[in-house]
């Protein structure tokens, strides 16, 4: 658990999925410059990938990253 904690970078790539699967603009990003903000952008991207391929809800269990 605590080394979960400690992992910003996959941290930052699961919020930014989520926010690209729930619609939300990338501008919406916590972090202004760094190796967060390039794992947002990405998870955010595949995200939205999966939003606009019809991937919601339930038929999304099978795309979404290790949620914690």
Known sequence: M??????LT???YVR????GV???SKDICPSTAGESRQH????W???RSDFWDGYQ???NL???????
């Open 2 to 7: 605590k080394r979960q904690k400690r992992d």
């Open 10 to 12: 996959s941290r930052a």
């Open 16 to 19: 930014g999925y989520r926010a």
């Open 22 to 24: 729930s619609g939300k």
């Open 40 to 43: 947002w952008i990405s998870g």
């Open 45 to 47: 991207r595949q995200g």
């Open 57 to 59: 809800g339930i038929s």
């Open 62 to 68: 099978h795309c979404t990253p290790n949620l914690p």
